[in-house]
């Protein structure tokens, strides 16, 4: 079992910043990967970013270049750091592990980019 706490979500300006902290506990030295997704109000859940063993990292074509994963091993947490935010980027984050066939998920946090 892993339990996953996000953090850092809340109200930010069109092109502000804002910093995702997911922190992992329980068996998480068997995590794989972990990654972020959002949803937006009638949409379906999608990936934003992920990272993977040795630090390989994958990201969403609509937030390359603005978004950047990271992991803390010591710290046993993952951020997502967001800068030039969109409107559209407007969505409940949410973290995820993968532990060989399970996906753990956090509770989510929302984001919201609005003037």
């Known amino acids: 079992q892993v339990q996953l706490v996000e953090s850092g979500g809340g109200l930010v300006q069109p092109g502000g910043s804002l910093r995702l902290s997911c922190a992992a506990s329980?068996?998480?030295?068997?995590?794989?990967?972990m990654g972020w997704h959002r949803q937006a109000p009638g949409k379906e859940r999608e990936l934003v970013a992920a990272v993977f063993s040795r630090s390989i990292t994958r990201y969403a074509d609509s937030v390359k270049g603005r978004f950047t994963i990271s992991r803390d091993n010591a710290k046993n947490t993952v951020y997502l750091q967001m800068n030039s935010l969109k409107p559209e980027d407007t969505a409940v984050y949410y973290c995820n592990a993968n532990l060989g066939s399970n996906v753990y998920w956090g509770q989510g946090t929302q984001v919201t980019v609005s003037s």
């Open positions: 329980g068996s998480i030295a068997s995590i794989n990967d």
